[in-house]
């Protein structure tokens, strides 16, 4: 499994290999109609406007968050989220898609996706690494340039 953004959805398509699926509480008008959305998955309304507040410490905000965020995956069961997640993509890998850019920077901007790969992480001890598509050439392989190690996430075979 890994993670990305909306805006690479249609790489993420392309590629073949992997099935994006939504974990975010709304979808991108132009996104393909199909793709399965996980709201479970995402922060609950409250949680969501409180991320968007910009009162007080972000250091202590960004903590909160987490911290109720954590608590309302609790509530959800990590085998029956994985297996799920696992069906939906139809034996390809599945790729859990928000919002946020790549380039999310706690405490000053908040992303749940990585919340939700550490909470799968610590209960089932799979490692779920955010990738971006746009590194993917045009044929599907990653570029020469990449170190071996980073070019692993991309293979497609």
Do not use: N
Not at 68 to 95: C, K, M, Y
Not at 112 to 132: K, N, Q, S, T, Y
Request: glycine fraction near 6%.
């Amino acid at each position: 499994m890994k993670t990305s953004c909306w805006r690479h959805v249609e790489t993420i398509i392309r590629h073949g290999r992997y099935a994006p699926i939504g974990i975010s509480r709304s979808v991108p008008k132009w996104v393909p109609s199909g793709i399965p959305v996980f709201r479970q998955l995402a922060p609950s309304a409250p949680l969501f406007r409180y991320a968007k507040t910009t009162d007080g410490d972000a250091a202590l905000r960004y903590r909160s968050y987490v911290e109720r965020f954590e608590r309302e995956l609790d509530e959800l069961s990590v085998r029956q989220s994985w297996d799920a997640l696992h069906t939906a993509a139809e034996g390809r890998e599945p790729v859990l898609l928000c919002w946020c850019s790549p380039d999310f920077d706690p405490p000053r901007r908040f992303c749940h996706r990585r919340i939700v790969a550490d909470w799968f992480l610590g209960a089932r001890g799979e490692e779920i690494e955010e990738i971006d598509p746009a590194l993917l050439g045009a044929d599907g392989r990653p570029p020469r340039w990449l170190a071996k190690g980073q070019r692993d996430l991309f293979r497609a075979d």
